[in-house]
């Protein structure tokens, strides 16, 4: 009898461990649109700063550092890159890529001094996200008399959020018509005019 206690006691705890990492998953959004659950990989810049940006941006590091990342972002890496977050209190930045060992070395010899660069997996484009939210952005009017499409945008993190009155119905109705990979519904407000 001990050791049907033993294991079901172990078998609980392990339960106990696997609902609490899915629950902070869950929290952290890296269970949302088909994200990859990892650790992020860092470096700190050690490019000296010239003090002075020629784009006209914000002159310290960290937003000379962001110019740069943007503009790897929209050019060479455009197909890996899938937003980035700006943490100014910890001078980082939080960038979601799909893995590429391209992108990361250039993002990390972007980075100035001091400022430091978290890289997240991510498994979609913003490219790809872009052109989804269009897609169910054009569809506004398709859903009315069933809910009401509010809001669509794209999160940094890799996924869309869509935005309407009653996410229990408009869920199923939207994964229906464009899948359910990098998708959350949610309650959205109506807008209005102050």
């Known amino acids: 009898m001990k050791y049907g206690r033993w294991v079901a006691g172990t078998a609980s705890a392990a339960a106990v ?20 659950a990892t650790t992020p990989e860092v470096c700190v810049g050690r490019q000296a700063g010239s003090g002075v940006d020629e784009r006209g941006t914000d002159d310290t590091p960290l937003y000379r550092t962001l110019a740069r990342i943007d503009e790897l972002a929209a050019g060479r890496h455009a197909e890996v890159y899938t937003g980035l977050v700006v943490d100014e209190d ?40 872009d052109a989804l939210a269009e897609r169910i952005g054009e569809d506004m009017n398709r859903w009315d008399g ?44 109506q807008a209005m005019l102050n």
């Open 146 to 189: 069933t809910f009401q499409l509010r809001e669509v945008g794209v999160d940094e993190h890799g996924w869309v959020e869509v935005g309407v009155d009653d996410p229990d119905v408009a869920a199923p109705l939207i994964a229906d018509a464009f899948g359910s990979d990098h998708i959350e519904v949610v309650h959205a407000d």
């Open 17 to 36: 461990v696997g609902l609490a990492l899915y629950v902070d998953g869950m929290r952290t959004g890296h269970t949302d649109g088909g994200l990859l």
């Open 90 to 129: 910890a001078n980082a930045a939080d960038v979601w890529r799909i893995p590429s060992d391209a992108f990361d070395t250039a993002v990390c010899a972007a980075a100035e001094k001091g400022v430091e660069v978290r890289l997240h997996d991510a498994d979609a484009s913003r490219r790809d996200l």
